[in-house]
């Protein structure tokens, strides 16, 4: 049986035009990479304070080589698709959903320079299949606060969303908590005062926070409203702990700013002021 031609002459010779096009393309590609791999090859040896040693020249150029193939390729690949009758921006863009892992969510330093975090919305963290998607919140931090890598291995495990962190100062973390966990009749707006009074909630969620029960731990408990949504706070020792617990959506957050004894001693004021700014928006 014959082989089916998919495509008329006339597609033939438009794909042709678009790939010999393209190869020239390519061609000029390369002989730039190589040329500028030369450039970066002969200044590496004039100047050996950009660190290249021996030999790492010519391993640059093998790169760029490999890197100008790539690229002809996938505008190849870009080309040939558009003739087929597919969008050329298909292969050019990609529409992400919810992103997994660390985005980057930091303002500029203000005058004072401390920088406000707000989750960003293209995070994931649905914590289980068919909760809704996080509602954002926000805190300030000093400049030096970088956030760190979580693991599930930590206390409060897949539950914690968020770490920061500091060498000077301390640390903080954000648990994100089904508040099924408290009841099942909150809907999917729940208030923390419709979960119970402070002293319910943290003895409740305390225990994952400190890895102990917080009985003779609390220190002080006060209630604060923004923006129509009540916070509670709470100051724990030992260990130290300043926590503020609010309700949004189906879900109880639990911020927690915490310090060692000398950390505490010295920035106390930096890390009620932490705790303090903690907002689901």
């Known amino acids: 049986m014959g082989a089916v031609n998919l495509f008329p002459?006339?597609?033939?010779?438009?794909?042709?035009?678009?790939?010999?096009?393209?190869?020239?393309?390519?061609?000029?590609?390369?002989?730039?990479?190589?040329?500028?791999?030369?450039v970066v090859a002969r200044n590496s040896r004039e100047n050996s304070s950009i660190?290249?040693?021996?030999?790492?020249?010519?391993?640059?150029?093998?790169?760029?080589?490999?890197?100008?193939?790539?690229?002809?390729?996938?505008?190849?690949?870009?080309?040939?698709?558009?003739?087929?009758?597919?969008?050329?921006?298909?292969?050019?863009?990609?529409?992400q959903g919810l992103l997994a892992g660390r985005i980057p969510g930091l303002s500029e330093p203000d005058e004072q320079g401390w920088r406000t975090y707000r989750r960003p919305d293209e995070k994931s963290g649905g914590h289980g299949v068919g909760w809704s998607p996080i509602i954002p919140y926000s805190f300030s931090v000093p400049q030096d606060w970088e956030e760190v890598p979580v693991s599930i291995a930590d206390l409060g495990g897949t539950e914690i969303d968020l770490r920061f962190g500091s060498a000077k100062e301390g640390r903080l973390f954000v648990i994100v908590a089904p508040v099924l966990r408290f009841?099942?009749?909150?809907?999917?707006?729940a208030k923390i005062e419709q979960i119970g009074p402070p002293e319910k909630v943290i003895n409740a969620f305390g225990p994952e926070v400190i890895g102990e029960n917080v009985e003779g731990k609390v220190v002080s408990m006060s209630v604060a409203e923004h923006s129509g949504r009540k916070y509670y706070q709470f100051e724990l020792e030992p260990p130290h702990v300043l926590i503020t617990a609010t309700a949004a959506g189906n879900r109880l957050y639990m911020f927690n700013v915490t310090g060692s004894g000398l950390q505490w001693k010295r920035h106390y004021k930096d890390l009620k002021r932490i705790a303090d700014s903690f907002r689901v928006v």
């Open 183 to 189: 009841a099942d009749n909150l809907g999917d707006d």
């Open 51 to 95: 660190g290249f040693h021996d030999g790492e020249d010519e391993k640059l150029c093998v790169v760029l080589k490999r890197r100008s193939v790539l690229l002809s390729g996938v505008s190849l690949l870009a080309s040939s698709a558009a003739v087929a009758g597919f969008p050329s921006e298909g292969l050019a863009v990609v529409k």
């Open 9 to 38: 002459s006339c597609s033939f010779s438009i794909s042709w035009t678009y790939h010999h096009k393209h190869k020239m393309i390519s061609s000029c590609l390369m002989e730039n990479e190589v040329s500028r791999a030369k």
